[in-house]
């Protein structure tokens, strides 16, 4: 049987991000994802990790790819958000953030998913302590006396694999998680984020929309050449039709809802349908195991939260192994197990709680209501300190910093 120190199962977004952060550590790592296998400079088409989606990357996340060596491989395709303009459509209330009242040249950058996986892709390559198995699919699962036993079935073949620490990685349906029988905490939104991209006449350069309106949050996020990405959420039963208007029609929809503040939008990009929903793990950890990214908490993508904070993970986890591997303890022990839940969950629990009020205040048609948030967004943009507490969460600066957090690497 082979034995691995950790063993990553899904290779994605985070789970790549977190085997990047651990190369030259030493530690012998394995990832398997279910995904085949992609060119350095050119990630797969149909990864469904580094997909057509654009992802708000916030300033702590840009820093933590800095601090892992790859973000000059994705640089070239992320624009940055230097104001941030939340409005509640047809209401009185609205609110800003600005780079420049928090000190910093950009609150965070908006890159597309494929970039991201193109400086994944790259910070793999040549690792020499990193093995890759893709497409390759976890088929079973038991605790073994020194760590886990993991069954994987590759090419019509299925290798038994041995690890110190099982990291999974695999997503919102993580199939880790439901092997051990891991619950969850969940609720279904009745939602979709239908995303796309368009053109704007007069795009507004560095500047990021939040609009709610009646029927959820619609995003307009600055991406370079001038064009938007667009993340409209609508109800479940009206997806149907917004993904099968034509162009014009479509665009149409778009304005009326947005506005002309960018002047007309055109050129729309193709549109694909998310179902949303709130998934949190009800265990984060167990004696040699830890799930992070979307198999640890799948959010609602209002704010741009769900990635910046599987990142967030994958920065604690590396420092926490590479302090292990340094000092020669076991890297599945508890103290890595330990530390790891103590300082990650109530992370995890408040971004969750954040987005699940967002998207459930802001549909809210009760007039009291409507009120009370538009209030509460004017006394946001009234009152600096409650201005630059939601900077700071957009930025995920705050709370207690890893070296790579700092931009730093790992050492
Ligand atoms: C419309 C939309 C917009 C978003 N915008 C933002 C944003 O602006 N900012 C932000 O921070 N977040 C955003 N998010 C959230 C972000 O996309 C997710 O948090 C992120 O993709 C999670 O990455 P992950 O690697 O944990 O999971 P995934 O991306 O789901 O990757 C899971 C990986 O596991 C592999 N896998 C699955 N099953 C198995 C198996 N059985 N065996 C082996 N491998 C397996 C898959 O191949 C895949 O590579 C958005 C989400 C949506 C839906």
Same mark, same amino acid.
């Given at each position: 049987m082979?034995?691995?120190?950790?063993?990553?199962?899904?290779?994605?977004l985070?789970?790549?991000?977190?085997?990047?952060?651990?190369?030259?550590?030493?530690?012998?790592?394995l990832?398997?994802? $279910? $995904?085949?296998?992609?060119?350095?400079?050119?990630p797969?088409?149909?990864?469904?990790?580094?997909? !057509?989606r654009?992802? $708000?990357?916030?300033?702590?996340?840009?820093?933590?790819?800095?601090?892992?060596?790859?973000?000059?491989?994705?640089?070239?395709?992320?624009e940055?958000?230097?104001?941030?303009?939340?409005?509640?459509?047809?209401?009185?209330g609205?609110?800003?953030?600005d780079a420049?009242d928090?000190?910093?040249?950009?609150?965070?950058?908006?890159?597309? *998913?494929?970039a991201?996986?193109?400086?994944?892709e790259a910070?793999?390559?040549?690792?020499?302590n990193?093995?890759?198995?893709?497409?390759a699919?976890?088929?079973?699962?038991?605790?073994?006396?020194?760590g886990?036993q993991?069954?994987?079935?590759?090419?019509?073949?299925?290798?038994?694999? !041995?690890?110190r620490?099982? =990291?999974a990685?695999d997503?919102?349906?993580?199939?880790?998680?439901?092997?051990?029988?891991l619950?969850?905490?969940?609720?279904?939104?009745g939602?979709?984020?239908?995303i796309?991209?368009?053109t704007? !006449?007069?795009?507004?350069?560095?500047t990021?929309?939040?609009?709610f309106t009646d029927?959820?949050?619609?995003?307009?996020?600055?991406?370079?050449?001038?064009?938007y990405?667009?993340?409209w959420?609508?109800r479940?039963?009206?997806?149907?039709?917004? =993904?099968?208007?034509d162009d014009?029609?479509?665009?149409?929809?778009?304005?009326?809802?947005?506005g002309?503040?960018?002047g007309?939008?055109g050129r729309?990009g193709?549109?694909?349908?998310?179902?949303?929903?709130?998934?949190?793990?009800?265990?984060?950890t167990?004696?040699r195991?830890?799930?992070?990214?979307?198999?640890?908490?799948?959010?609602h993508?209002?704010?741009?939260?769900?990635f910046?904070?599987?990142?967030?993970?994958?920065? =604690?986890?590396? !420092?926490?192994? *590479?302090e292990?591997?340094?000092?020669?303890?076991?890297p599945?022990g508890?103290s890595?197990v330990?530390?790891?839940?103590?300082?990650?969950?109530?992370?995890?629990?408040?971004?969750a709680?954040?987005?699940d009020?967002?998207?459930?205040?802001?549909?809210?048609?009760?007039?009291?209501?409507?009120?009370a948030?538009?209030?509460?967004?004017?006394?946001?943009?009234?009152?600096?300190?409650?201005?630059?507490?939601? *900077?700071?969460?957009?930025?995920?600066?705050?709370?207690?910093?890893?070296?790579?957090?700092?931009?730093?690497?790992?050492?």
């Amino acid at each position: 049987m082979l034995e691995y120190d950790v063993v990553i199962v899904g290779g994605g977004l985070v789970g790549g991000s977190l085997a990047c952060a651990l190369r030259d550590t030493g530690l012998a790592i394995l990832v398997v994802d $279910a $995904a085949p296998a992609s060119a350095p400079d050119h990630p797969n088409p149909d990864h469904p990790s580094y997909d !057509e989606r654009v992802i $708000a990357l916030s300033l702590g996340s840009q820093r933590i790819f800095d601090g892992i060596g790859i973000w000059p491989q994705m640089a070239a395709d992320a624009e940055p958000i230097r104001h941030v303009h939340v409005s509640d459509r047809g209401h009185f209330g609205f609110a800003h953030l600005d780079a420049e009242d928090e000190g910093v040249d950009a609150l965070g950058y908006v890159t597309p *998913a494929r970039a991201i996986g193109r400086g994944i892709e790259a910070g793999l390559a040549g690792a020499d302590n990193i093995e890759l198995l893709r497409p390759a699919r976890l088929v079973g699962l038991h605790a073994g006396a020194r760590g886990w036993q993991l069954e994987v079935a590759m090419n019509g073949d299925s290798r038994l694999l !041995e690890a110190r620490l099982l =990291l999974a990685a695999d997503g919102g349906d993580s199939a880790v998680r439901r092997r051990l029988g891991l619950g969850v905490h969940e609720r279904t939104y009745g939602y979709d984020a239908i995303i796309s991209t368009v053109t704007a !006449e007069r795009p507004d350069v560095g500047t990021a929309f939040e609009r709610f309106t009646d029927s959820g949050p619609l995003a307009m996020l600055p991406m370079t050449g001038g064009r938007y990405s667009v993340v409209w959420t609508a109800r479940d039963s009206d997806t149907a039709d917004i =993904l099968a208007m034509d162009d014009k029609g479509f665009v149409h929809r778009l304005q009326q809802r947005f506005g002309y503040r960018l002047g007309r939008l055109g050129r729309p990009g193709r549109r694909i349908a998310y179902p949303l929903r709130l998934v949190l793990a009800k265990q984060l950890t167990q004696p040699r195991l830890a799930l992070l990214g979307n198999a640890a908490h799948t959010l609602h993508p209002v704010a741009g939260q769900g990635f910046n904070l599987g990142l967030r993970d994958v920065a =604690l986890l590396a !420092e926490l192994l *590479a302090e292990a591997q340094r000092t020669g303890q076991d890297p599945g022990g508890n103290s890595v197990v330990n530390a790891y839940h103590k300082r990650r969950r109530p992370d995890q629990y408040s971004a969750a709680l954040f987005t699940d009020c967002l998207a459930r205040l802001f549909v809210n048609p009760f007039a009291p209501v409507r009120i009370a948030r538009n209030l509460g967004m004017l006394g946001i943009d009234l009152l600096p300190t409650a201005r630059h507490l939601l *900077a700071r969460r957009f930025m995920g600066t705050s709370g207690r910093l890893t070296r790579l957090q700092r931009g730093l690497p790992l050492g």
